[in-house]
Nanobody, 123 residues
Framework: EVQLVESGGGLVQAGGALRRSCAASGFIFDDYARGWFRQARGKEREVVSY????????YYADSVKGRFTISVDNAKNTVYLQMNSLKPEDTAVYYC????????????????WGQGTQVTVSS
């Protein structure tokens, strides 16, 4: 069983930065896909970014492109999300997830989820 533990959320002013971490335990292949999602109040959960394990290909939602960076440390079994130039519209609960492929992340099926952490960006 895969367990994901997140850290690094909180409150920040607009223009600031936060770094999210998601440490995995259990049986995870390096070529699994790992991603970050967010869900703002009253909205559906959406993909923010993901990274394909076997070749490191990344995807970013248009709303975060150029501001957020996803990375993986396979030795630590940890995926990171560096969030820069934060905006109030980035306010949401952020979740990490692991899946067998990027398709499972895109469709949010068969994923292992982190506990979710609130990120609040004040104006």
């Amino acid at each position: 069983e895969v367990q994901l533990v997140e850290s690094g959320g909180g409150l920040v002013q607009a223009g600031g930065a936060l770094r999210r971490s998601c440490a995995a335990s259990g049986f995870i292949f390096d070529d699994y896909a790992r991603g970050w999602f967010r869900q703002a109040r009253g909205k559906e959960r959406e993909v923010v970014s993901y990274i394909r394990g076997f070749d490191g290909t990344t995807y970013y939602a248009d709303s975060v492109k150029g501001r957020f960076t996803i990375s993986v440390d396979n030795a630590k079994n940890t995926v990171y999300l560096q969030m820069n130039s934060l905006k109030p519209e980035d306010t949401a609960v952020y979740y990490c997830a692991v899946g067998l492929s990027t398709l499972t992340l895109e469709t949010m099926t068969g994923l292992s989820w982190g506990q979710g952490t609130q990120v609040t960006v004040s104006s």
